[in-house]
């Protein structure tokens, strides 16, 4: 048992899994809400979605918190009184592949270059329970190389039919199967080359591609293109579409003062690089006062390999819920000199 790597949950032992996974914390998981799918906290297995295709606000949230108070000061004193970090553990169960892989991403940002405590602190409370999905016609995360995660996850359930083909990520999922051997079978041969077959028929769903190859370099030399003219004139600098990528990191820190003007609140709150003042600084100047300049910073931002790693990772998100429909895919293959039908 020490050395094997894939295990069996049958889909009738699946409330006993959960009831266990409880135990480790508050389980958070997608649960339908109307139109939208969306990460919150669940009692029961109920009322857990599993067949969704994405949420609206990736997982992330539960790392890198949309606001949160990173300090309070008192000016008059010269003190500030950071807020004692005593978050419950989390675990978040049905993340999909392409969310992992984001959020691997942001573990090189606030783990490793510039270690950030509280998503440090979070990531050593939290357990990540991954699920298999279906792609619609906005996923292109196989385009991404992110169809599949390799690591990021404690466990990650692949629906095989009447089971779960179960894989470890991490010494805390391997732990888990440990303390619950009743629950788990080892794979057998037949279990394998069913999971082989389901995960084909899962590449063999995507319907959306986009060639990653050079694209980096297509965006060096696409500077001046008018395809920036084109949907500069389109976008409406809202930021949605950094709200709810799972890959974007920016954040913005302000002070809040009390009326006595002298306490007050240092915050921390996402932040958009398609708002109109992300470019400003002091005197005045901005470096993308326009939208053709901006949406143009985001998408080389997205197509960048910083970190070694594609910044996008075929969610769709961005194209699911633009204002100004505005389809990521399709301005790329345009950067590419691809034609649009």
Same mark, same amino acid.
């Given at each position: ?20 996974? *409880? ?21 029961s297995p109920e009322e857990i979605n599993l067949d969704y295709t994405r949420t609206?606000?990736?997982?992330? *949230? ?13 000016? *008059? ?110 794979a057998n041969k037949n279990d394998i080359l069913q999971f082989k077959k389901t ?69 921390? *709150? ?24 901006r949406i143009r910073n985001r998408f080389n931002c997205k197509g960048s390999l ?36």
């Open positions: 048992m020490e050395g094997n790597q894939l295990w069996i949950l049958e889909k009738e032992n699946f409330n006993e899994f959960f009831n266990i996974l *409880k135990l480790k914390g508050n389980i958070n998981a997608p649960v339908k809400q109307g139109t939208i799918n969306a990460f919150k906290k669940v009692e609206m606000i990736p997982p992330k *949230k539960y790392f890198i918190h949309p606001e949160e108070v990173i300090f309070t000061f008192d000016k *008059k004193e010269e003190k500030y009184f950071e807020p004692v970090f005593a978050e419950d553990t989390i675990v978040l169960l049905g993340v999909h592949a392409c969310d992992i892989n984001a959020m691997n991403l942001l573990a090189k940002v606030f783990m490793e270059e510039l270690p950030d405590k509280y998503y440090l602190e979070r990531r050593k409370n939290s357990y990540i329970i991954g699920t298999s999905c279906t792609p619609d016609e906005y996923c292109f995360c196989k385009s991404t190389n992110t169809a599949f995660a390799n690591e990021g996850f404690e466990l990650f359930l692949h629906d095989i039919g009447q089971k779960y083909l179960v894989r470890i990520g991490s010494i805390k999922g391997h732990r888990f199967i440990l303390e619950n051997q009743d629950l788990f079978d080892e995960e084909q028929e899962r590449l063999d769903q995507f319907t959306l591609e986009l060639e990653m190859n050079g694209l980096q370099n297509m965006l060096d030399i696409s500077f001046d293109d008018e395809v920036w003219d084109e949907y500069g004139e389109k976008c409406l600098g809202c930021g949605s579409c950094n709200l709810v990528c799972p890959r974007c990191r920016c954040y913005d820190v302000q002070d809040y003062f009390n009326l006595d003007l002298s306490t007050g609140n240092r915050v921390r *709150k996402w932040y958009s690089c398609m708002l109109k003042d992300h470019g400003l600084v002091a005197g005045g100047h901005n470096f993308r006062p326009t939208t053709r300049e910083r970190e070694d790693m594609q910044n996008c990772v075929g969610c769709g998100r961005c194209t699911v819920y633009c204002p100004a429909d505005i389809n990521y895919v399709e301005v790329m293959k345009k950067v590419r000199g691809v034609s649009i039908e």
